[in-house]
């Protein structure tokens, strides 16, 4: 099997991951530990985010079948 098969099956040889320092797993995954406070913090913002997207879908959705009916003439 050549490089482009193993490329595009999703194989990744070594050698092409040629900007990866090695270094060992606990500096790669270094937990940052926050209080309650924060945590609910950013589940808040997490929360209004989520509203504001689902408000923007809704108001795509609503142009989108506008448009599908014809209801908007030109």
Request: hydrophobic share 35%; proline share 3%.
């Given at each position: ?56 879908q809704w108001h795509l959705a609503k142009l989108i079948h ?9």
């Amino acid at each position: 099997m050549n490089e482009k098969d193993l490329f595009e099956k999703g194989c990744f040889l070594p050698e092409w991951a040629t900007d990866v320092e090695d270094q060992p797993i606990s500096v790669a995954y270094n937990h940052e530990r926050k209080d309650l406070q924060t945590l609910l913090s950013e589940l808040d913002n997490i929360k209004d985010r989520i509203q504001e997207i689902q408000a923007k879908q809704w108001h795509l959705a609503k142009l989108i079948h506008f448009n599908q009916n014809e209801l908007a003439r030109e």
